[in-house]
């Protein structure tokens, strides 16, 4: 039996690689980009629109016969001052926790607006309205461990 698996992986390692060969036997071409600020950000995407103009451009971007790869960037010699959180927003909030066996669409409903996950007993269950109801709101559920 291991004898046939080890021949049927054989068979699609060769036919993968083909695969890659006549899809992408061409390396695409690659532009680096240095983004450093929300600037050179702005300046990059208006530029794109730019060329997004000329023929061909867009279908080369999405056949992915040219890539954009992120300079690097130039280490300073000065220490960085405190850099920017990367992300920006409020901050989270803990999750609405629920420690019923029997979780209904009721019990969802009775979360806070706000709410954006709920956490529940590693015994409870969730009724199918509930669940639709909790992805409805794009509520995650997280089960405790313990």
């Known amino acids: 039996m291991s004898a046939l698996r080890d021949e049927i ?74 850099a920017p959180p990367i992300v920006t927003g409020p901050r989270r909030t803990a999750p609405d926790r629920l420690d019923k066996s029997l979780i209904t669409e009721r019990d969802i409903n009775a979360l806070s607006a706000s709410a954006r996950s709920l956490r529940i007993a590693p015994s409870s269950r969730l009724t199918p309205l509930a669940r639709d109801e909790a992805r409805r709101r794009g509520i995650r559920i997280e089960r405790d461990k313990t």
């Not at 054989?10 to 450093?36: C, F």
């Not at 995407?45 to 080369?60: I, K, S």
């Open 9 to 82: 992986r054989a068979i699609l390692r060769e036919e993968v690689a083909a695969l890659r060969n006549e899809a992408g036997g061409m390396t695409p071409a690659r532009e680096q980009v240095r983004i450093a600020s929300g600037a050179d950000l702005t300046r990059f995407a208006q530029e794109l629109v730019q060329r997004a103009a000329e023929p061909g451009f867009a279908d080369r971007v999405a056949r992915g016969e040219l890539v954009f790869d992120l300079a690097t960037p130039m280490p300073s010699a000065a220490p960085a001052a405190a």
